[in-house]
């Protein structure tokens, strides 16, 4: 049985699991956390805002991505930005 819960700063629909409720005992997807708390300090650290931004509204149009998903999809990005430098820098 999976209870759906509202997300109250984005007004989506997720499982509980996806939910976190936040200091104002408002629940809060992880998305919004992320965006509310502009990602905690231990974890992926070497990220602009935009690209921030630009993740978030990628996952919002795929709402079941969970946080480590995010994470690799971070990475993967990160990494083929770097070898298209890598590529420009052999020219
Ligand atoms: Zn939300």
């Given at each position: 049985?999976?209870?759906?819960?509202?997300?109250?700063?984005?007004?989506?629909?997720?499982?509980?699991?996806?939910?976190?409720?936040?200091?104002?005992?408002?629940?809060?997807?992880?998305d919004?956390?992320?965006?509310?708390?502009?990602?905690?300090?231990s974890?992926?650290?070497?990220?602009?805002?935009?690209?921030?931004?630009?993740?978030?509204k990628a996952?919002?149009?795929?709402?079941?991505?969970?946080?480590?998903?995010?994470?690799?999809?971070?990475?993967k990005?990160?990494?083929?930005?770097?070898?298209?430098?890598?590529?420009?820098?052999?020219?």
């Amino acid at each position: 049985m999976n209870k759906k819960t509202s997300c109250d700063a984005c007004g989506l629909y997720f499982n509980e699991v996806y939910l976190h409720k936040n200091k104002g005992g408002k629940n809060c997807c992880n998305d919004c956390q992320l965006k509310i708390s502009g990602i905690s300090p231990s974890d992926i650290r070497p990220i602009s805002k935009r690209k921030l931004d630009k993740v978030i509204k990628a996952a919002a149009r795929t709402p079941p991505l969970k946080l480590k998903d995010l994470k690799a999809k971070l990475k993967k990005e990160r990494e083929e930005k770097q070898s298209a430098k890598n590529r420009n820098n052999s020219k």
